[in-house]
């Protein structure tokens, strides 16, 4: 039972990780271009 909640646990924080990865890039290709409207961002 113990490996279990160990392999949901480490899924869980592999997909938090994946996702903040996504954000970041998204927020870093956002900002990067130049004819963004503020309203877009």
Known sequence: ???G???F???VLLGV???MDAF???L???LHEPEMQP???
């Open 1 to 3: 039972m113990e490996l």
């Open 5 to 7: 909640f160990v392999f």
């Open 9 to 11: 646990f480490n899924s």
């Open 17 to 19: 990780g994946l996702a």
């Open 24 to 26: 970041s890039v998204s």
């Open 28 to 30: 870093a290709k956002g």
């Open 39 to 41: 309203r877009r961002m």
